[in-house]
T-cell receptor
Framework: DAGITQSPRHKVTETGTPVTLRCHQTENHRYMYWYRQDPGHGLRLIHYSYGVKDTDKGEVSDGYSVSRSKTEDFLLTLESATSSQTSVYFC????????????????FGEGSRLTVL | DAKTTQPNSMESNEEEPVHLPCNHSTISGTDYIHWYRQLPSQGPEYVIHGLTSNVNNRMASLAIAEDRKSSTLILHRATLRDAAVYYCILRDRSGGSNYKLTFGKGTLLTVNP
């Protein structure tokens, strides 16, 4: 199994408070991703990173920011959590984009369940 | 991005083959067809991928239509552990932002004992 650790795994917080989720990998993979998963919406990409300090927005980036100061860590921050950000958050990593030889396979963490009251 | 269409749900019996369809009529010549699945309470995992030819691995087979506008994931003998949401995804191999993976809602496969 790919070495991906998400923390915290479960968190309950109140509206308006800041929250940071951490994704830590031991695979030295270049690419890292944050997804959220909600009933009826499937998995949606929030932000992704293609290298240290190189990040970009996904399809649902409003209200979220990310940082990647080291290869192994990708942080997702909710500056002021809202109830609409209650979700399960998944981190994923990959070592390459898809090409003739590489699948570009993504490896996912176990998820972080966030509840915003 | 090219889109995929999958049935919301399918049901199968244990030990029987399962054929999960996916339509991707706007697929481009540079798109790979990828399948992932998500077991209950877990993150998605890679199943198989292909470009033009049918593919087999230890988990499943992928049958790709000649015009590439549809594909079918085949589980040869479903087990209870195959109950999951199966995602069919197109990934551009030509470059640019092809390292992103965009998931749809997938097909929820129920396996009956």
């Amino acid at each position: 199994d790919a070495g991906i650790t998400q923390s915290p795994r479960h968190k309950v917080t109140e509206t308006g408070t800041p929250v940071t989720l951490r994704c830590h990998q031991t695979e030295n993979h270049r690419y890292m991703y944050w997804y959220r998963q909600d009933p009826g919406h499937g998995l949606r990409l929030i932000h992704y990173s293609y290298g240290v300090k190189d990040t970009d927005k996904g399809e649902v980036s409003d209200g979220y920011s990310v940082s990647r100061s080291k290869t192994e860590d990708f942080l997702l921050t909710l500056e002021s959590a809202t109830s609409s950000q209650t979700s399960v958050y998944f981190c994923a990593i990959s070592d390459s984009p898809p090409s003739g030889r590489n699948t570009g396979e993504l490896f996912f963490g176990e998820g972080s369940r966030l509840t915003v009251l | 991005d090219a889109k995929t269409t999958q049935p919301n749900s399918m049901e199968s019996n244990e030990e029987e083959p399962v054929h999960l369809p996916c339509n991707h009529s706007t697929i481009s010549g540079t798109d790979y067809i990828h399948w992932y699945r998500q077991l209950p309470s877990q993150g998605p995992e890679y199943v198989i991928h292909g470009l033009t030819s049918n593919v087999n691995n230890r988990m499943a087979s992928l049958a790709i239509a000649e015009d590439r506008k549809s594909s079918t994931l085949i589980l040869h003998r479903a087990t209870l552990r195959d109950a999951a949401v199966y995602y069919c995804i197109l990934r551009d191999r030509s470059g640019g932002s092809n390292y992103k993976l965009t998931f749809g809602k997938g097909t929820l496969l129920t396996v009956n004992p």
